[in-house]
Structure formats: C-alpha cells, structure tokens
Nanobody, 124 residues
C-alpha cells in the first residue's frame, strides 16, 4: 500500500503559479503510476495529468496542456504538479492518486490510492 499527502495549495491571482507536491510513503513509490485529479464544487472529479513510473511518459487534460507540468522524483517519493498561468476555472480541490497497472491513465477508477486533497483557489 501507499499513503499520499498533498501540499502546496493556496490562494493565487489569475495568471499566477503554484507548485503542488504529493509525498508518498513506502519504499515502492517507483512502482506506481501517478496522477493528479481535481474536483470543483458541484462537479465531478476530473483528470488533470498523469506520469509513468520512470517519468518518461506524461499525459495531460486538454484544459491544462501547455500550462501545467507533472514530474516526479523517485528518490524523494514525490510527484509534483507545476501550475502556471492559472485561471479562475482552475479553482478546485486537487488530489494525487496512485495505481500499479495503468500508465498515464485518465480514469479515476484505475487509481487505487488517493490523497486527502489540497485546495487551489484562483481569484480573478
């Protein structure tokens, strides 16, 4: 099993940047495919970005492509989401998630482990 803890959320003005971190417990972090999802009030959880075990493959939602970058440091058991040119519509609770089998998957159901989430609020 793996436990995930997100950090780095906060309040930022439109056009600003934030970097989210997700720290994982355990010694097998490098065996997990990782993803970031978000959920805005009244909306379903949606895919943001995903990364393969080595970090060599990534996948992004069209809405964040070119603005967000997912990366990982397996030595530090951490996955990151660098968010730039933030928009008010990026406001949501952001979750990181892990799965063992589905590389760069966009489907929440493919992920077995979830963090508690971190709030990102972008003001206009």
């Amino acid at each position: 099993q793996v436990q995930l803890v997100e950090s780095g959320g906060g309040l930022v003005q439109a056009g600003g940047s934030l970097r989210l971190s997700c720290a994982a417990s355990g010694r097998t972090f490098s065996s997990y495919r990782m993803g970031w999802f978000r959920q805005a009030p009244g909306k379903e959880r949606e895919f943001v970005a995903a990364i393969s075990r080595s970090g060599g493959s990534t996948n992004y939602a069209d809405s964040v492509k070119g603005r967000f970058t997912i990366s990982r440091d397996n030595a530090k058991n951490t996955v990151y989401l660098q968010m730039s040119t933030l928009k008010p519509e990026d406001t949501a609770v952001y979750y990181c998630a892990a799965n063992r089998f589905y590389s760069t998957s966009e489907a929440p159901d493919d992920y077995n482990y979830w963090g508690q989430g971190t709030q990102v609020t972008v003001s206009s």
